[in-house]
């Protein structure tokens, strides 16, 4: 976590004077303020003295280094106390969902009697807890400056291709091709990949098949365009299944995954207008890994994965140039980058931009037991 | 307590795989078994036993495996006269001189599993001793325990060694693991002292527990992390998974190590079971397609056991087709509601039938 507070020091040392109409100075044009209740523009905000850089930085500082202990410490030393009690009651109901999840398991000694109920408990109030964390230190180190919006629209038609570099010890292959493509159509997604190293025949394919229940969709005749809509909200509820094939050539064995998740992200201006540009995502899901081992006849070994993701982003840029950056943590052991220790997942920072209308950047960098970085361009229709 | 408990877990979580690196204690294992005092030099072949003490006439040694090759290299002013004590020792082997002139002379000890004899080492010679039970190097049927995950009910473990020590037939013990609960020297210190009301010699690869403090504290007390040897026909493998994987180096020995035991009966043992058997839960190793790899390697090697520890129960389940069992049942913190008390397995093994049946002892 360290390397967070690293970047929030250095955007914090060049923090550029935030003008009385909320430009920065930068090339992004202001978000258009609805009024005295718009989430970008906090009540009696024009009267309130702007933070300093060195009570932003302390604002940072504590909202990461002692944030276990003092719940929205960023936002108290910025004044915002309203935040701060939101922030302390998030990272309360995350540790408090942690311990209740935590005690069965620690009184059994980790019975398999207690785990599928507790353990996702677990994992779920780390989510929050970490989520809260992180919204502090978004606060403490973006509110008061010009928010990113939510993407302009919701394409119904995307192709990627990346080149992947995954770096791990226990495998030789390193560089990687890959293509993904995303077509949706009303509430439906249907997604598909190919990954392939060259060099030793690693191949991975995967098909997604999602429904949105709520949030932005493609969009047809009757939405607004972006510039009529400036209070965009990318919050969704997805439910996917999926199907992963990945074969191991050289290693002799091939695994097959079928999956399900339930993926919801909020805008966080929802929760407090110093969080406005942000956005968290909870997901959790459940999976069943079949192995075949080439050199055993008979079935396939089978084995549960438990599914589950948190992260943490914010919106960059708006209209048609626009993008995302999100922080995330995947609890599932058998990707690329594996488990960081013990029974943790990886954590990772996914991001993607939009030059034009048509055409942009995507990039992953995550780490387990293994690195893996993606780059790659992305058209969009 | 429950409070102490919590802190205790939290803290351990955060700790597994701190400590040396399993890349570390591979490098460390390839130094093990090897030494020089004056103008003599020894070496143990496969790094089998720590040499714990080496000074002028006499050496000391912890073994890791029943059978053991010595090699002494002396110089034209080496000393000649040597006592050589060998701990963690069946109480039937026997030193047979391989080459050279030496001579060699029983002593007896008070400690069944503690060796004693009287070298003498001609000057300017190569001589390799071999010391082994005399039917070490004939295949047939054997008895072995395998004991693991002992922890903090160190104080109680005399009563399962007494278990052991009730049946004269099983030969040696096996651990995967977490011997220790913190992994301290004193802990070793006291568990070294427990062996003692052990007939047998006992053979382990390390856990999570036992490297946590690191600082090579297990290297300096029971020698090799990881390591491969034969007996009786059986061939038997340990493999350090402390950090929830196993070493690339490691690895590379495990090739060798799977081609030497793919036409006897093999029984492979780590800490961690590659994979769960209870996925939710996932305490095994970190990567999935690590764990595929690695049981891949050893379908392919035609091993005939797996053995692992670090869950606190016993689970008998297959990975790729090896008939696999999870045995914590040393003590430490025991999962409640399996129905089990402290347990502890044995291993009849047939290497000519390539046969093997597995039970399990409990401590009520």
């Known amino acids: 976590m360290h390397w967070i507070l690293l970047i929030s020091l250095c955007l914090n040392s060049v923090n550029v004077p935030v003008e009385e109409n909320g430009s920065a100075g930068n090339t992004t044009p202001p978000?258009?303020?609805?009024?005295?209740?718009?989430?970008?523009?906090?009540?009696?905000?024009?009267?309130?003295?702007?933070p300093t850089p060195a009570r932003r930085t302390a604002a940072a500082a504590l909202a990461l280094v002692p944030g276990v202990l003092v719940a929205g410490g960023g936002h108290w030393i910025l004044g915002d106390t309203p935040g701060a009690k939101k922030i302390a009651v998030l990272k309360g109901a995350g540790l408090a969902t942690f311990v209740v999840g935590f005690l069965p398991i620690l009184y059994s000694n980790a019975s398999d009697k207690v785990m599928h109920a507790s353990y996702p408990v677990v994992i779920g109030g780390f989510g929050l807890f970490a989520m809260a964390t992180l919204a502090d230190l978004y606060g403490a180190v973006f509110s008061g400056r010009p928010p990113g919006t939510a993407p302009a629209f919701v394409p119904s038609l995307e192709l990627e291709q990346h080149w992947m570099h995954v770096s791990d010890d226990q495998f030789a292959y390193d560089q990687f091709w890959h293509v993904g493509l995303t077509g949706r159509i009303g509430g439906a997604r249907l997604r598909g990949d190919f990954f392939h190293s060259p060099a030793d025949g690693n191949t991975r394919m995967a098909v997604e098949a999602a429904w949105r229940f709520l949030g932005p969709r493609p969009r047809n005749a009757e939405d607004p365009g972006p510039e009529q809509n400036p209070d965009r909200d990318g919050s969704f509820l997805e439910l996917s299944a999926g199907l992963i094939r990945h074969e191991f050539l050289p290693e002799r064995f091939l695994v097959t995954t079928p999956e399900c998740f339930l993926l919801g992200r909020m805008d966080l201006r929802r929760m407090h207008p110093s969080l406005v540009g942000s956005f968290a995502e909870l997901g959790a899901g459940w999976g069943m890994e079949f192995t075949d081992f080439r050199d055993v006849d008979g079935?396939?070994?089978?084995?549960?994965?438990?599914l589950f993701q948190v992260a943490y982003g914010l919106y960059l840029g708006s209209g048609e140039r626009s993008g995302e950056v999100k922080l995330f943590y995947d609890h599932r052991p058998d990707d690329w980058a594996g488990g960081a220790q013990g029974v943790l997942g990886f954590f990772g920072l996914r991001g993607r931009f939009y030059f034009s209308r048509h055409w942009g950047v995507d990039w992953l960098a995550e780490r387990g037991t293994a690195t893996r970085v993606m780059l790659g361009a992305v058209f969009r229709y | 307590m429950k409070l102490f408990r919590f802190l205790l877990y939290i803290s351990l979580l955060s700790i597994i795989g701190c400590g040396d690196g399993p890349g570390q204690r591979a490098d460390f294992d390839e130094t093990i078994g090897s030494a020089a005092a004056g103008d003599t030099q020894i070496s143990v072949r496969d790094g089998l036993a720590l040499v714990e003490v080496m000074e002028a006439g006499r050496l000391d040694l912890w073994l890791s495996a029943p059978t053991q090759e010595i090699t002494f290299t002396t110089g034209p002013s080496a000393v000649s006269d040597w006592d050589l004590t060998l701990r963690n020792a069946p109480a039937d082997s026997v030193l047979s001189i391989v080459t050279g002139d030496a001579t060699a002379v029983a002593v007896t000890t008070g400690l069944p599993t503690e060796k004693h004899w009287h070298l003498r080492l001609p000057p300017d010679a190569v001589t390799t001793v071999h010391i082994a039970p005399p039917d070490a190097g004939l295949a047939g049927p054997i008895r072995i325990a395998m004991l693991s995950d002992i922890q903090e009910a160190m104080s109680q473990v005399q009563d399962i060694f007494a278990r052991i020590n009730d049946d004269p037939s099983i030969r040696f013990v096996l651990s995967a693991g977490d011997i220790t609960d913190n992994g301290s020297a004193e802990e070793y210190d006291r568990f070294r002292r427990e062996l003692g009301g052990l007939h047998v010699p006992f053979y382990a690869t390390c856990g999570n527990h036992d490297v946590s403090i690191g600082d090579m504290i297990w290297h300096r007390q029971l020698g090799r992390h990881s390591f491969h040897f034969n007996f009786r026909g059986a061939a038997f493998t340990l493999a350090d998974s402390a950090d929830a994987t196993i070493d690339p180096k490691v690895y590379r020995w495990l090739e060798a190590w799977l081609d030497d035991g793919r036409d006897r009966w093999?029984?492979?043992?780590?800490?961690?079971?590659?994979?769960?058997?209870?996925?939710?839960?996932?305490?095994?190793?970190?990567?999935?397609?690590?764990?595929?790899?690695?049981?891949s390697a050893l379908a392919g090697g035609a091993v005939d056991l797996a053995v692992f520890g670090h869950i606190h129960t016993h689970v008998a389940y297959t990975l790729g087709g090896i008939e696999c069992h999870i045995s914590g049942g040393g003590g430490g913190w025991p999962m409640r509601w399996d129905g089990l008390a402290r347990h502890f397995l044995t291993m009849d093994i047939d290497p000519v039938a390539q046969d093997h049946d597995v039970k399990v002892v409990e401590i009520q």
């Not at chain 1, 978000?31 to 702007?50: D, F, I, L, N, W």
């Not at chain 2, 209870?278 to 690590?290: H, K, T």
């Open chain 1, 31 to 50: 978000a258009k303020v609805a009024g005295p209740s718009s989430p970008q523009r906090r009540p009696g905000e024009e009267t309130k003295a702007r």
């Open chain 1, 299 to 306: 079935r396939l070994d089978r084995s549960q994965l438990l």
């Open chain 2, 266 to 295: 093999h029984l492979f043992i780590t800490h961690l079971p590659p994979v769960d058997p209870n996925g939710v839960r996932n305490g095994s190793f970190s990567s999935r397609r690590e764990a595929a790899k690695l049981i």
